[in-house]
């Protein structure tokens, strides 16, 4: 068999080969791929619904299909008789300390916060990441009040400190970081993922309901 010359035709015909070569087997990968990825994907989503609006309570519900807005998803809830039980909100902040934050959060008709879960980050492990449990968690910074006698050797105690948003509303408490005036204890040495969190939380609100945060809730519309 004939040697094939090397020169510049040959080589652009090797190449190209190996070009095509390597896209078919990418593209194959791909295929074979995305399908368990996109299923698991649709089973994170279906699991956090379930977290943020049902929790542990043990009755039948009904998701209403996703509806798209402004860069949120919107998963309404209702038990079986109808009822809207909440809405279910898919948020994303582009700046936490590791780029997209991207919660799923849930509320009730009037605003109260039912739970949340964190579907992505590329947060630090051990820091950051701690967003997924630390807002669901009451703080113990501060001493308990104690007798006239303990405050007057001790001083008098400072609040305990809190993290826990379930049960608080965006329309009547301030939810952002205590070191920024708000109601919230940070992550500690975290700050730029709680801001981050927080608005994310702030966002989803503001867009189910339409109000700012200085505004009464009366129910929530798409």
């Known amino acids: 068999m004939k040697k094939l010359e090397s020169n510049r035709l040959n080589m652009a015909v090797v190449l190209t080969a190996i070009a095509v070569a390597a896209a078919g087997l990418l593209g194959w990968v791909n295929g074979f791929t995305q399908e368990p990825i996109a299923q698991k994907s649709a089973q994170t989503v279906s699991d956090g619904i379930k977290s ?3 929790g542990d309570r043990d009755i039948e519900f009904n998701v209403a299909p996703a509806q798209e807005r402004n860069g949120f998803v ?5 038990d079986a008789a109808g009822r809207t039980l909440g809405t279910a ?4 902040d582009p700046n936490g300390f590791g780029g997209n934050l991207k919660i ?3 509320f009730d008709t009037e605003g109260e916060i039912l739970g949340y879960k964190v ?3 590329n947060e630090t492990p051990g820091l950051g990441a ?6 669901r968690q ?3 910074t501060g001493r308990a009040s104690g007798s006239k006698l303990s405050d007057l050797i001790f001083g008098v105690p400072v609040s305990t400190g809190n993290h826990n948003i379930i049960g608080m509303n965006p329309a009547e408490d301030v939810m952002s970081v205590s ?3 708000g109601q919230i204890d940070a992550i500690t040495a975290s700050t730029i993922t709680s801001r981050a969190f927080l608005r994310a939380v702030n966002a989803a609100f503001k867009e189910l309901f339409g109000y700012t945060a200085a505004d009464a809730v009366s129910g929530a519309s798409y």
Request: proline share 0%; net charge negative; hydrophobic share 40%.
């Open 52 to 54: 943020v609006i049902i």
């Open 74 to 78: 919107f998963h309404k809830v209702t």
């Open 89 to 92: 909100v898919e948020s994303t």
């Open 104 to 106: 799923m959060v849930g």
């Open 119 to 121: 579907l992505e980050h």
């Open 130 to 135: 701690q967003a997924d449990e630390w807002f």
């Open 138 to 140: 009451s703080g113990k």
């Open 179 to 181: 070191g920024d005036g």
